[in-house]
């Protein structure tokens, strides 16, 4: 267990999918667990979905958290930290989720020495399933640095990184769940044509999707070896896999990702 108080400011998709990955961990007690939402709605929603402490009083959660997440837009970290700023304890490690937030801009917006970290997670956490990318400014302890990476750890997986590449990680990890869906609903969608039953599609390509991915975690095999143990000479796959190529799949990630990149860069000031 972590008997530390975890406080959320902003408590909107991303938040609530890490609240629930950690009450489902178990590594954190709901009695540690803290939320501030700008609306009445969103506090009741989430005191429903998971009877832990939630308010609309952003201070209050910043005066009470040994660890508290930033999970506002970027664009609204400047006026949620000019508010909590003068309540957080010294000793209190901020972590920021946004897209584009710098280590550099939460010190110079909260304007004194603070221990920050940049976290970029992903949705899946909710179902003990993310991927979470870590950095930290050089006032953060390696033990609280080790201590925020299991925290994240217990509902997925969490690695660190040199901040110069945080910018990059949405598109590969914290965005990309937007492109597998997008992914699955085109598999089931051609199933459906083909006469199957929607419900039963989508189970069939969400297991094909998750049992690809556990291949490439599990084997360590390339993912192109993966894709030729598929491919049946002269076979059915090697038909697919031809017509994708023409319409270009993988120059469609890469260049997407490529905005989204550009995108996340730019988010704090829009
Ligand atoms: N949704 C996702 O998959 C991911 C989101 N993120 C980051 O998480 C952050 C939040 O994104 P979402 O949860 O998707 O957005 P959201 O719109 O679902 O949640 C934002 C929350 O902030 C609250 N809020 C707005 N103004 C506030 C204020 N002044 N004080 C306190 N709370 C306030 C809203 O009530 C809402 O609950 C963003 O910075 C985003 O970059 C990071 C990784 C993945
Ligand atoms: O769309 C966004 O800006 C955020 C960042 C990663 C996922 N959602």
């Known amino acids: 267990m972590i008997n530390k108080k975890i406080g959320f400011i902003g408590c909107g998709k991303m938040a609530q999918a890490i609240i629930g990955g950690l009450i489902q961990s178990g590594l954190v007690a709901k009695e540690e667990l803290f939320a501030s939402a700008k609306s009445d709605a969103t506090v009741n929603k989430v005191m429903d979905m998971f009877h832990i402490n939630a308010t609309t009083n952003n201070v209050e959660v910043a005066a009470n958290a040994d660890i508290l997440i930033l999970a506002v837009k970027p664009d609204l970290h400047q006026t949620v930290i000019e508010e909590v700023s003068n309540s957080i304890k010294i000793d209190t490690v901020i972590i920021t989720i946004a897209a584009g937030i710098t280590l550099d801009y939460l010190e110079q917006a909260f304007g004194k020495k603070i221990k920050a970290i940049r976290v970029m997670p992903n949705t899946p956490s909710l179902v003990g399933e993310g991927m979470s990318a870590i950095c930290a400014n050089e006032s953060v ?130």
């Open 141 to 270: 302890k390696e033990e609280e640095l080790n201590e925020v990476k299991v925290l994240f750890e217990s509902f997925g997986k969490a690695e660190v990184f040199p901040e110069k590449l945080m910018d990059t990680i949405p598109a590969v990890s914290g965005s990309s769940p937007a492109y597998v869906y997008m992914f699955i609903e085109a598999l089931a969608d051609g199933a459906v044509k083909q006469g199957m039953n929607r419900d039963q599609a989508y189970i069939l390509a969400a297991q094909a999707v998750l049992g690809a991915a556990k291949m490439v975690l599990e084997t360590g095999m390339h993912p192109g070896v993966l894709k030729d143990n598929v491919c049946t000479p002269g076979g059915a796959t090697i038909e697919a896999v031809t017509i994708l190529e023409k319409h270009g799949l993988r120059s469609a990630v890469m260049m997407a990702m490529e905005a989204c990149t550009v995108k996340s860069k730019a988010l704090k000031g829009s």
